[in-house]
């Protein structure tokens, strides 16, 4: 039986190297038989958590915010696998997929127990620096957050580095990689 899959993709650019690969991806797991659900943010409004703790006060449903998060917390809901494609910027995820990260607080505090269902989790990065230690500080926040943080499994990542341009990530062995690792989906 196939996975539900959440593809967050947070690239601001249509078509851009972050979203190429999430594609990629996607279309791995579609032939692998898996459901897919891809969610650009740049086509919703978000707003950054207002540290209101509203959400611990169960004032909420689960955020006390009306935008379109909602929209991410539904599809959120069904996924049994989280996928996270961001472009790196300044060595992390960008402002929308942090957004989208820190609203997650409120899934928290209004779970039971403050436990998160478990998922599946998978970082797709695209970024200009192709140096490995680039990717060093994301990496790290990734386990810390969604690994220790709240438990959820690590089925792998596409660390896309030397790719800048618009579209430049297409003719890269790292198109390949992301559509395996949708494959390779369990």
């Given amino acids: 039986m196939g996975k539900n899959i959440l593809v967050i993709n947070s690239s601001p650019r249509e078509k851009g190297n972050t979203e190429l690969l999430a594609d990629a991806f996607i279309n791995g797991a579609v032939a692998a038989g898996h459901q897919t659900v891809k969610v650009n943010l ?9 540290g209101c703790y509203g959400c611990f006060a169960k004032k909420g ?13 539904s599809a959120l809901e069904q996924a049994d696998t989280v996928v996270l494609a961001s472009p790196l910027y300044w060595w992390q995820f960008n402002a929308q997929m942090k957004a989208v990260i820190d609203r997650l607080l409120a899934i928290y505090a209004t779970a039971e127990n ?3 269902p478990p998922k599946d ?7 200009e620096d ?8 994301i990496v790290s926040y990734y386990h810390e957050c969604f690994g220790k943080g709240i438990n959820w499994r690590d089925k792998g990542m596409v660390l896309a580095g030397g790719v800048n341009k618009k579209g430049e990530v297409a003719d890269t062995p790292f198109i390949a990689e992301a559509e395996n690792l949708g494959k390779s989906m369990l």
Avoid: H, S, W
């Avoid at 740049?42 to 207002?50: D, K, Q």
């Avoid at 989790?121 to 970024?127: F, H, P, R, W």
């Fill in 42 to 50: 740049r086509e919703l409004n978000i707003g950054v958590c207002l």
């Fill in 61 to 73: 449903d689960p955020c006390i915010q009306k935008d379109d998060m909602n929209v991410v917390y």
């Fill in 114 to 116: 403050m436990t998160i």
């Fill in 121 to 127: 989790t998978v970082l797709i990065i695209a970024a």
């Fill in 130 to 137: 192709k140096r490995a230690e680039n990717f060093a500080q």
